[in-house]
């Protein structure tokens, strides 16, 4: 099994930066992707960003140029620095781990609980 355990979300004003971060423990495997996705009120959940194991990132449009995903392989732990932030990134940002079992499985998410984000006007 995989735990995922966020920190870092709160309350900012409108310009202001928070940083998340996210412990994974567990049977976590060296090959896997990593990603921060969010889910503000009425809303459907949508990808923030996505980083691998060797470092390729991917950003959706709304968060590119002002956030940053990135991740420490040794501590098993991912981050993502956001900055510049605006009232549309307020939500509640989920981290999330896919890894196959093996390697023609198919790929296995895991998610943590999720931590607020809050953007002030």
């Known amino acids: 099994q995989v735990q995922l355990v966020e920190s870092g979300g709160g309350l900012v004003q409108a310009g202001g930066s928070l940083r998340l971060s996210c412990a994974a423990s567990?049977?976590?495997?060296?090959?896997?992707?990593m990603a921060w996705h969010r889910q503000a009120p009425g809303k459907q959940r949508e990808l923030v960003a996505s980083?691998?194991?060797?470092?390729?990132?991917n950003y959706a449009d709304s968060v590119k140029g002002r956030f940053t995903i990135s991740r420490d392989n040794a501590k098993k732990t991912v981050f993502l620095q956001m900055n510049s932030l605006k009232p549309e990134d307020t939500a509640v940002y989920y981290c999330?781990?896919?890894?196959?079992?093996?390697?023609?499985?198919?790929?296995?998410?895991?998610w943590g609980q999720g931590t607020q984000v809050t953007v002030s006007s």
């Open positions: 567990g049977r976590i495997f060296s090959s896997n992707i």
């Open positions: 999330n781990l896919a890894q196959k079992l093996s390697t023609w499985a198919q790929y296995v998410n895991y």
């Open positions: 980083i691998t194991s060797d470092g390729s990132t």
